[in-house]
């Protein structure tokens, strides 16, 4: 079946190091990936997505290519912030019917210090 | 304007007891989800519906039962509150049938079986 694997945290940085949270997939179609954040205590955010292969997505500084030959969708910020510790979580969305479900990775939580 | 809307926040309780966690949107979508997120924040998706038709019923116990009233709107009793199903329930809507649409995500409930 479909299924998202992400890299295990936490991740602990520097404030302006730079990021990377690989990401990899499993899936059947042509999916759409996905970067979501959930800072604490809130409910998850679209960060950015990607609908079809070569696609970049970007926001806040953060960007993810959808590489189709190596099934991956690795989030990178070139200079992180404090303001930036969060859990990002990868997901997919394989279908265009009302069964369609978005399968979420494991989550990567997030931790820059000062 | 609040897209999608949870209540309560925060729901402290008794084993045994019966409760309810209410979510409305606001977005016009079709298609409504409860997830359930665990202490090591993994989110498992429990129940869809589409238009008030339950679509996807994911292995969960016959003592939570999801009700929509109509399209915006999807509520999930639960009955004999047992410890293990202390978490943060999240409500999500999608606009299906249009491809690559992201999901929406609600602020959460933290329910605490004491």
């Known amino acids: 079946g479909d299924s998202v694997t992400q890299m295990e945290g936490p991740v602990t940085l520097s404030e302006e190091a730079f990021l990377t949270i690989n990401c990899t997939y499993t899936?059947?179609?042509?999916?759409?990936l996905f970067w979501y954040v959930q800072y604490p205590g809130e409910g998850l955010q679209l960060l950015l997505k990607?609908?079809?292969?070569?696609d970049k997505g970007s926001n806040k500084g953060f960007e993810a290519t959808y590489r189709k030959e190596t099934t991956s969708f690795h989030l990178e910020k070139g200079s992180v912030q404090v303001s930036d510790s969060a859990v990002y979580f990868c997901?997919?969305?394989?279908?265009?019917?009302?069964?369609?479900?978005?399968?979420f990775g494991s989550g990567t939580r997030l931790s820059i210090r000062p | 304007d609040t897209a999608v809307s949870q209540t309560p926040k925060y729901l402290v309780t008794q084993m045994g007891n019966d409760k309810s966690i209410k979510c409305e949107q606001n977005?016009?979508?079709?298609?409504m989800y409860w997830y359930k997120q665990d202490s090591k924040k993994f989110l498992k998706i429990m129940f869809s519906?589409?238009?008030?038709?339950?679509?996807i019923n994911e292995t969960v116990p016959n003592r939570f039962s999801p009700k929509s009233p109509d399209k915006a709107h999807l509520n999930l009793h639960i009955n004999s509150l047992e410890l293990g199903d202390s978490a943060v329930y999240f409500c999500?809507?999608?606009?299906?049938?249009?491809?690559?649409?992201?999901?929406?995500f609600g602020p959460g409930t933290r329910l605490t079986v004491t």
């Open positions: 997901a997919l969305n394989t279908g265009y019917s009302s069964a369609s479900k978005i399968i």
């Open positions: 899936a059947t179609g042509y999916p759409s």
């Open positions: 990607a609908t079809k292969a070569d």
């Open positions: 977005l016009g979508h079709d298609t």
């Open positions: 519906y589409n238009n008030k038709e339950l679509i």
């Open positions: 999500a809507s999608i606009s299906t049938g249009t491809g690559g649409q992201e999901q929406y």
